[in-house]
């Protein structure tokens, strides 16, 4: 088992100051409220087997700070899966404060149990607002 603070594998799609592909995440720059965005491009593919009495399937997109996705430090949005959907996309938006030097983070958290990719043109983007 890991803590939730620190996932075993995270997406993270960037542009802008602060930017770290290595670690994939965005570090503040400057302490204040950010408006954070991604908007991902998912391909599902359905298990050979579908699982019997499968309802609700659904699929969390959360933005976290500091890997933290618990609490009041995420932004996070859900979305209903159709059976027979194979490309969506999901967006997630708002505002959180960072402090200088924290970092941001988008996750997937994929309940449906399916194979998930993530498509090219999924993004994240972060706006400081003010200190």
């Not at 391909?43 to 499968?54: I, L, M, W, Y």
């Not at 027979?84 to 983070?105: D, K, N, P, R």
Request: aromatic share 6%.
């Amino acid at each position: 088992s890991h803590s939730p603070c620190q996932p075993e594998r995270e997406e993270m799609f960037q542009r802008g100051p602060g930017l770290n592909l290595t670690s994939g995440q965005y570090t503040a720059p400057l302490a204040g409220f950010y408006t954070l965005s991604s908007t991902l491009h998912i391909a599902r593919r359905e298990p050979r087997r579908k699982r019997q009495g499968c309802r609700g399937s659904r699929l969390r997109v959360l933005i976290c700070v500091q890997s933290c996705c618990q609490h009041n430090s995420h932004l996070e949005s859900v979305s209903q899966l159709e059976n027979s959907g194979e490309l969506f996309t999901i967006s997630v938006t708002g505002t959180l404060y960072l402090q200088a030097g924290q970092h941001a983070s988008v996750f997937v958290d994929n309940t449906a149990g399916s194979p998930l990719t993530i498509q090219s043109g999924s993004d994240f983007s972060a706006v400081l607002l003010g200190a």
